[in-house]
């Protein structure tokens, strides 16, 4: 069965058997990854664009490992040193990649709405790897592939998301993704980094980290986006740190064993205290590993749609 869409530009409104066709997928792709040759034909002949306007560790070379391990070629784009540093738009930039035979595009960017933008004025299948404070939504698959590998299942788990929420896009693909897939999500950070539409779609909120920790089953932690805040939301990361770091001392106080994920990178200390990050309980490099499988799923679903 084809994905209902030919691009993948969020988690909103995708249909729950388009995401449970994706993680199935990704368990085939995982079981390539440990192979002594980690690498199949399925998208040879097949040409994908990098497009990274924004930096990025774990998206970009996870998504260009997954289009050579599914045999594609793949070009990798850097935005200093394109003819966008000589006024070319974002429009002109695409429409003239397109025109030497493209199949794919991949793109990551500081603006929401980007990749949508980008799907109505080129032909080729577009891949949103993050655009500003809207939706990644290869990262949501990838933790709730994550999710599943760990628990068994989505369904019904308490999943709290901590931290900066107004401006991550993390946490609305995570939103929308889990929900989807029927677990209990919850939020918890400061009144200021958390929106207020939030409420109004039934999700819980926590302004009390250790209320949330008694609360889940799995907290996902994200970092504290200091780049993308243009006012102070909290007097400081000490401040910060004090009331909703998640810390070895306030896991303890629960009665229970807590899963601990993050999408990376990890200001270490500040929202996650580096020996949590480090421990036994901790999804985080499971998390970067999925990832590869995830791409390498998405890039096959979409890039062999007929
Ligand atoms: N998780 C994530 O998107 O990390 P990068 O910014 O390093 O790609």
Redesign the pocket.
């Given at each position: 069965m084809p994905l209902l869409s030919r691009h993948l530009l969020g988690l909103e409104g995708v249909p729950k058997d388009d995401i449970q066709l994706i993680l199935d997928t990704a368990t085939s792709f995982r079981e390539v990854l440990e192979r002594p040759i980690k690498k199949v034909p399925t998208l040879q002949g097949k040409t994908i664009v990098n497009l990274f306007f924004e930096?990025?560790?774990?998206?970009?070379i996870s998504f260009e490992l997954a289009e050579r391990r599914l045999s594609a070629d793949v070009v990798n784009f850097s935005a200093d040193m394109s003819s966008l540093k000589k006024g070319e738009t974002l429009k002109d930039t695409a429409r003239n990649i397109e025109a030497m035979k493209i199949d794919m595009v991949v793109m990551r960017h500081a603006a929401s709405g980007a990749a949508v933008f980008l799907s109505k004025v080129i032909n080729a299948i577009i891949i949103n790897a993050?655009d500003g404070a809207h939706e990644?939504p290869t990262?949501a698959l990838l933790d709730m592939y994550s999710i599943r590998e760990k628990h068994g299942t989505i369904q019904g788990l308490k999943v709290c998301i901590v931290g900066d929420i107004s401006h991550s896009r993390?946490a609305l693909s995570n939103i929308y993704g889990l929900k989807t897939m029927g677990a209990r999500i919850a939020v918890c950070g400061p009144k200021t980094l958390i929106p207020r539409f939030i409420e109004q779609i039934g999700i819980e909120i926590f302004n009390n980290i250790d209320d949330a920790i008694k609360w889940s089953d799995i907290l996902n932690v994200l970092r504290i986006q200091l780049e993308r805040q243009d006012r102070a939301f909290f007097p400081s990361l000490m401040e910060y740190r004090k009331y909703f770091a998640v810390t070895r001392e306030r896991l303890d106080k629960a009665d229970k064993v807590i899963t601990i994920m993050h999408?990376?990178?990890i200001n270490r200390d500040v929202e996650l205290s580096a020996d949590v990050a480090d421990s036994a309980h901790s999804l985080i490099l499971q998390q970067v590993l999925n990832g590869v499988a995830i791409r390498m799923a998405v890039l096959y679903l979409l890039g062999t749609r007929s």
């Open positions: 930096s990025s560790t774990r998206t970009r993050g990644h990262q993390v999408p990376g990178p």
